[in-house]
């Protein structure tokens, strides 16, 4: 029965669904095992809503907005106009409440715009799920899944709703994110207790799990915040990992906190003890607490990812996490597959052999038979298979009757075909040699069948050595008649007769040798793991020029404990033979010796060991669970483009930690100068409105760091965050500018005699002036003159430089309690701004001649 869309509405299905037939259910549904239509699925799509865990927000540009307002510097600056409008500064109340509001519109638009081009990227990798629609199968986003949809699920799938499974086989589920079992799960299709737990729902699919094996077809009954996935989310906050560079922020928030609270309380008491105002001190302290910080620190992060997020899209690489880019900086080692990534990815079927290494039209045939029936997971190597098909090879005489489905425990794949007459079946398994000669007990020989021994095994064992030595990627193949029967099971793959063999060839990339030698280069370790034969990886290592002596299989990693392991790791270039559980340990292994690694995959087994990587790296062509696993997508499956971010990586680092060194070094001097000089001083050095004024126009400039130019010694080694260096550079830096504030205070005082109001003036346009000059000097590590900045961070400064010097001069500035300065002053100031600029050049070459040494001096210890 067809529903009419327009007046379709929710209807609630029975809470243990999986407790009732299929039939029912789908009359419960009101659907069909053909699928929905487009217009029912439509009517249902706006009923329901997006199948989402969280639900689009449509006010998301206000909720960002008024987020800005919590920040504890805002609070504290809202406080500080409170206290003003109450005491009765009604100017100054309201000079702080511009001034907030303008750093937070200020913030607020580069953090949405920010947002909004992740949401753009982030849309050309979405996830599909392959459902019936008008009785055809068709690719459509996941959040168009509704309930009533019949949806085709096989091995790498991710699968994008709650449902009740209709016809599965050999269907094996990691329910690892749900349930916690770390083994996958044997689902078939039927009817379980209404009292089933989620682990027991053996007819049953849910979101967020995965197809580890299998196929099947699923209905779905329960989408987006009805799932059970989105229960448990609800109930327990998931809280990511933290990063290196997260944590080296929040380390950077404390040291910042401690030197502000000591700075606030000591000058707050001690202006008390003079006497001062109280509330005038209370705002002034407020507003030194205000000015130490970098308070758009948030904002230029999210602007430098963001940026750097689609300057990298532009090279070939979707970022799916913002915080992994400062990781894939970070990286010094990368782990990766072979196949496609150090290879071409496009693989020829070369030869189809007989146990005799003899060409076999007969081999070909089952070969092809079993590449193009069957419907499970898709495969470069079926699909080459299936390129080699020849004008004689005649399959029009054969029917599919069954299937045992590839998997990473058997790892091979079996077809069942028929021939009309005939009263017996014919299996066909084709797989790892290894794996398929485990399932034979004869072998095919001159038309012979003989049984298989041990001589026999020794040389096909032989015999598949020598052509890995070769590079050819060898797959076995055996066949064997049963009489016929309704369905076959993987207990079916015993006695089987080895037939021959499949040789295939995937050719190194061109300039792939180079492409390495650059990546070394960058100081970055590639280490090859695969699944591959252990001569066939180190045949193509050694053609490409990776160390290919190293090798640790498969076998020596299960027969090693984690302590043994994590000792053995590092001296190994290539792991081979392993299995996907393997990998995650030698990740693991690898980032315990301190490494920051990087892993490149995109199959199924490759999942754990993305999520284990600090920078999990899949492809745009990747299976579903491998994309949701990665931190960064290749559009295409090339490590010169993943070379490219890497150096993006590194450049996003390098100008992230310049406004972090630059602005805390400027900020600290200058509160440091000022808690001083408001102790010394009858007066206040800077007014609290003068202060936050001077520190939201230093930091427009900042917001064009992201766009800066980055010296070429900063991209050749991996950089991580340093929460020493970052002291070190605040301390030295921030006390030059002291210095220099004092020789200000003594011209302000001694030679131009200077009122307070010429003098919070004075050391206003000095402040300002020297925080922007500076940003020139400390940006590059060579001399100022021979690195070019950015044409917007240029401009910008220059434009907030003359707007200092002409502040003074403007209408109006009196509400700030500015005053014209004379030209002899004016004159003054700029010599000691040159002078300043002059000591902090020299300053900065001592300075990181010292780093250089101090950290060669670490690497030799």
Known sequence: ????????????????????????????????????????????????????????????????????????????????????????????????????????????????GASRAMEALTARIGRKALVLRDGRETPIPVEEVVPGDIVRLSAGNLIPADGILLETRELNVSEAALTGETFPVVKTAGVCPPAATVGQRTNAAFTGTSVRSGTATMAVVKTGGQTEFAAIAAAIAHVAPETEFARGIRRFGYLMTKIMLVIVILVFFANLLLHRPAVDSLLFSLALAVGLTPELLPAIISVTLARGARTMAANGVIVRRLEAIENLGSMDILCTDKTGTLTEGVIHLDACLDVAGAEAQEVRLWALLNATLQTGMANPLDEAIAAGKRPEDDLA?????????????????????????????????????????????????????????????????ETVRAWS??????????????????????????????????????????????????????????????????????????????????????????????????????QNDIFAEIDPNQKERIIAALRGHGHVVGYLGDGINDAPALHEADVGISVDGAVDVAREAADMILLQRDLGVLLRGVNDGRRI??????????????????????????????????????????????????????????????????????????????????LISSLFDFVTFAFLLFVARATAELFQTGWFVESLITQLAIVLVVRTRVSFWRSRPSKLLSGLTLVIGLLALAIPYLPGVGWFG??????????????????????????????FAHERHHGNAKRSL
């Open 1 to 112: 029965m067809h529903m009419q869309p327009e007046t379709f509405s929710p209807k609630t299905v029975d809470a243990a669904y999986w407790s009732i037939p299929a039939d029912t259910l789908l009359t419960g549904l009101e659907s069909r095992a053909d699928g929905l239509s487009s217009e029912e699925a439509k009517a249902r799509l706006a009923a329901f809503g997006d199948n989402a865990i969280h639900a689009r927000r449509g006010s998301s540009a206000v909720a960002a907005f008024l987020r800005q307002f919590r920040s504890p510097l805002v609070l504290i600056l809202i406080f500080a106009a409170g206290v003003s409008a109450v005491v009765g500064e009604g100017s100054e109340a309201a000079i702080i409440a511009v001034i907030v509001l303008a750093s937070c519109i200020l913030s607020f638009t580069q953090e949405h």
């Open 397 to 461: 005489g054969y029917i599919k009757a069954d299937e045992i489905p590839y998997d990473f425990i058997r790892k091979r794949l079996s077809v069942v075909v028929r021939r009309p007459g005939e009263a017996e079946d014919l299996v066909i398994c084709k797989g790892a040699v290894q794996t398929v000669v485990a399932a034979c007990s004869s072998v095919m020989e001159a038309g012979a069948t003989v049984p298989l021994d041990e001589v026999q095994a020794a040389r096909i064992d």
């Open 469 to 570: 030595g070769k590079g050819y990627r060898v797959l076995g193949l055996a066949v064997q008649r049963f009489a016929r029967k309704d369905a076959y099971r993987a207990e079916d793959e015993a006695g089987l007769a080895f037939a021959g063999f499949l040789l295939f060839l995937d050719p190194p990339k061109a300039g792939m040798a180079e492409t390495l030698k650059a990546i070394a280069v960058r100081g970055i370790r590639v280490k090859v793991i695969t699944g591959d034969n252990r001569h066939v990886a180190a045949h193509l290592a050694e053609i490409v020029g990776l160390p290919h002596r190293r090798i640790l299989t498969g076998e020596e990693v299960h027969s090693l404990t984690k302590e043994a392991l994590v000792r053995r790791v590092t």
């Open 653 to 734: 680092f390098a100008n992230t930690m310049k406004y972090i060194s630059i602005t805390t070094s400027a900020n600290f001097g200058n509160m440091v100068s000022m808690a001083f000089a408001s102790l010394a001083l009858p007066f206040l050095p800077l007014l609290a409105p003068q202060i936050l004024l001077n520190n939201f126009l230093s930091d427009v400039p900042s917001l064009a760091i992201a766009t800066d130019n980055v010296d070429a010694d900063q991209v050749r080694t991996p950089r991580r965050w340093d929460i020493a260096f970052v002291r070190r550079f605040m301390v030295t830096f921030g």
């Open 818 to 847: 500015f005053v014209a300065l004379p030209s002899p002053v004016l004159g003054g100031l700029v010599t000691i701004t040159f002078a300043y600029l002059a000591a902090s050049e020299t300053a900065k070459h001592w300075f």
